[in-house]
C-alpha cells in the first residue's frame, strides 16, 4: 500500500495563470520551473503540484479533444521502498496490468498506469529524501532532463531479487531523455 498521496499534475494551455493561482492559493515555492513545466511545493515534499505547459509540449491540440485536454494530468502515491512499489508492479503485472511507462525522473523511481476510464495514475519510491530531493530538482541534472530514463521494470525486479541494494536501484540511470507516450497525454 502507497504511504502517501504525493502530488498532482495539471496539463494546462494557461501555464502562468495557473503557477500563479496555485502559488498564491496555497503559498507554494516553486522548487522547478522552465517554459515547459513547473513544480510547487508547500511542505517538505519535493513536488505537490506539477504544470506542464501544452502551448510547449503540444503546440498543436489534439483534434476534438477541447476541454478534456486540459487538467488533471495523474495521480502520484509514494510507497515507502524499492520492494514494496516492485511487489505491487509484480502482483499486477501477473494480472496481465502493465505500466505504460516505466520511467526514473531523478528524484522518483515511477511506474505509470491506466485505470479502466484511462485515468494516469503514477507509483513512486522517492530516490533522495525531502531536503535531497528538493537540491536535485534545483539541480543541472534535473534541468538538463526533467523528463528522465525510461527503464525495464522486470530487469529492475530481478536486481532487487537479487539483492541489489536499494541505493543501487535507485540510482537514476544514463539514457537519452524519455519520450512521452503520446497517445498518453503529457505524464
Not at 46 to 62: K, Q, V
Not at 113 to 118: A, C, F, V
Not at 143 to 163: K, Q, S
Request: hydrophobic content about 35%.
Amino acid at each position: 500500500k502507497p504511504i502517501k498521496f504525493a502530488h498532482v499534475l495539471f496539463s494546462t494551455r494557461r501555464f502562468e495563470e495557473m503557477v500563479k493561482w496555485y502559488e498564491n492559493l496555497f503559498e507554494a515555492t516553486t522548487v522547478h520551473r522552465d517554459p515547459a513545466i513547473a513544480f510547487l511545493t508547500y511542505d517538505d515534499e519535493n513536488h505537490r503540484f506539477g504544470f506542464a505547459n501544452l502551448d510547449i509540449l503540444r503546440p498543436e491540440p489534439i483534434k476534438g479533444a477541447g476541454i478534456a485536454e486540459t487538467g488533471v494530468n495523474h495521480l502520484s502515491y509514494t510507497y515507502a521502498n524499492v520492494g514494496d512499489l516492485f511487489g505491487v508492479y509484480e502482483r499486477l503485472r501477473d494480472q496481465g496490468i502493465t505500466p505504460y511507462w516505466p520511467i526514473h525522473h531523478g528524484m522518483t523511481l515511477s511506474l505509470y498506469y491506466l485505470d479502466p476510464d484511462g485515468n494516469r495514475i503514477e507509483l513512486q519510491v522517492d530516490c533522495y529524501d525531502s531536503e535531497d530531493s528538493i537540491a536535485y530538482m534545483k539541480g543541472e541534472e534535473f534541468a538538463a532532463n526533467p523528463i528522465g530514463v525510461t527503464y525495464d521494470p522486470d530487469a529492475l525486479l530481478e536486481r532487487h531479487r537479487a539483492g541489489a541494494p536499494d541505493e543501487e536501484l535507485l540510482r537514476r540511470p544514463d539514457g537519452p531523455v524519455a519520450e512521452i507516450p503520446a497517445e498518453h497525454g503529457v505524464s
